[in-house]
């Protein structure tokens, strides 16, 4: 779970530096970092509170809305839950594109009455930092199931 916790305070400050580095690129770091770590926790109301906390302090720092983002990862940490503890990489990342969809339409769906959106602007939104995403989710992956397994072979201590 600390390596949950730490991706997902990377994930949460990439969200902030990307799209200043990168213009027109919206990520969706943290869905990435909520799925993958839904599908290992093994403590789910831990896993919950972290993932509301995480959207809370992302509300703070990069949105004026209080509760939104804490509500929807908190919504999206359910929704990884329902997800077979032994996913492997293709379902996970099949997931991981559904996860965006149903994250931009919950936005789309909060905000509407703030912003004029279109359903260009919606496929642009998408499309725009696919590519990113889809390196960022490969990394991840990467990392988390490495890590995992060099805790999980720590405690086993055989001998060969």
Not at 10 to 34: H, M, Q, W, Y
Not at 74 to 92: Q, R, V
């Amino acid at each position: 779970m600390i390596v949950t916790i730490i991706l997902l305070l990377i994930s949460v400050l990439l969200e902030g530096i990307i799209p200043n580095l990168l213009r027109c690129i919206t990520p969706f770091f943290v869905i990435c970092i909520i799925l993958i770590g839904g599908i290992n926790s093994k403590n789910d109301n831990y896993f919950y509170i972290t993932c509301f906390i995480f959207g809370i302090i992302y509300d703070l720092l990069y949105t004026n809305t209080i509760f939104l983002h804490g509500f929807i990862y908190l919504f999206l940490a359910w929704l990884s839950n329902l997800i077979p503890k032994k996913s492997n990489f293709i379902k996970t990342f099949f997931y991981y594109l559904s996860f965006i969809l149903i994250y931009a339409l919950i936005l789309f769906l909060f905000t509407f009455l703030y912003k004029s959106y279109s359903i260009i602007n919606f496929i642009h939104i998408l499309y725009d930092g696919l590519f990113i995403n889809i390196i960022f989710f490969l990394i991840s992956y990467l990392i988390y199931f490495v890590i995992n397994c060099i805790f999980k072979n720590r405690f086993k201590k055989r001998s060969y």
